[in-house]
């Protein structure tokens, strides 16, 4: 009954930190002549001018449209889907993961817009990349280095790689045709994080703390991406969503709440009763995600990490 919506709004003054006032409209057909739900928000410096509307009070298994305006500029139409409550035989998904902007161009995203039968796009992961230009895919060769061209480690940095893969007009198209259902992996942080670190998270060349760049990593990943914000302290992007009768889908973070990973040939560490992958909070939740939808009768669980 209810659906995230997206936007950022770019300030005609690249040097204002005021907020900028941005409309909002949802209707039941592409032109939005049947308006059915308004309202008005601001974009903030603080969350980079990006906007999220938690719009409900919709129907269930709906298809509806939307727009924002302001100051005169209009966003294109996007279009979305409510998941239906029951009465339901049928559930299509596409599923992605692992766009790296410099390595290559984002055809696949392309087909998901050219596809009217599914219902939504789930994204498992690796929605950026946070290498430097030339460190694992060369984008000068076909025109498209990443923003910033150094390794994103910074709050600023983050943001900029995302507006930057943001501007590849064929993930603009699947997001404005499809509700996305997201769950980030290393890459949004940095190669192999864990919770208390990353592969590729090295202090002694002046990348600083691991929590710094945890918190700026999470921060950009929650303005960008269309995710309803959990209200629970810390990292928190696991939930389910249901599809009807037909399928929950548990998404599971196994990647900011994690044990440093061990080689496979460390047999004393691997069997280690402790380690984790999920974290206490989590597993005790997951399991109980799995055990009510047996009890719903649910015909599928699905896990989406």
Avoid at 62 to 82: H, I, L, N
Wanted: charged share 25%; with cysteine; proline share 5%.
């Amino acid at each position: 009954d209810r659906i995230m919506l997206w936007t950022r709004v770019t300030p005609a003054d690249p040097s204002a930190t005021g907020p900028v006032d941005v409309r909002w409209r949802v209707g039941l057909d592409p032109q939005l002549r049947r308006i059915i739900s308004r309202g008005t928000v601001q974009a903030r410096a603080a969350s980079d001018y990006t906007v999220k509307v938690d719009a409900g009070g919709l129907a269930p298994g709906t298809t509806y449209y939307y727009a924002f305006d302001s100051a005169g500029e209009q966003s294109p139409v996007g279009r979305t889907r409510t998941f239906p409550l029951r009465g339901v035989d049928r559930m299509r998904f596409a599923l992605v993961s692992c766009s790296n902007y410099p390595a290559g161009f984002f055809n696949v995203y392309r087909c998901i817009a050219n596809r009217p039968d599914l219902d939504a796009v789930v994204h498992v992961g690796d929605y950026i990349y946070e290498f430097a230009e030339g460190e694992y895919g060369v984008g000068a060769d076909i025109g498209r280095v990443p923003r910033p061209a150094t390794e994103a480690v910074a709050l600023a940095d983050y943001r900029l790689r995302y507006a930057t893969y943001r501007t590849d007009q064929d993930l603009q198209e699947a997001h404005r045709l499809f509700p996305f259902v997201l769950v980030w992996d290393d890459h949004e942080l940095a190669n192999d994080a864990w919770s208390g670190g990353a592969a590729n998270h090295n202090p002694e060349r002046g990348e600083g703390d691991w929590a710094i760049r945890k918190a700026a990593a999470y921060k950009a990943y929650l303005e960008w991406m269309p995710i309803r914000e959990s209200q629970e302290p810390g990292t928190h992007l696991y939930r389910t969503l249901r599809f009807g009768t037909l399928a929950d889908l548990v998404m599971v973070d196994t990647r900011s709440l994690r044990d440093r990973q061990v080689a496979a040939t460390n047999v004393t560490a691997l069997a280690d009763p402790n380690r984790t992958l999920l974290g206490a909070a989590q597993e005790t939740w997951m399991f109980d995600q799995i055990r009510a939808s047996q009890r719903a009768n649910m015909a599928w669980t699905l896990l989406g990490q």
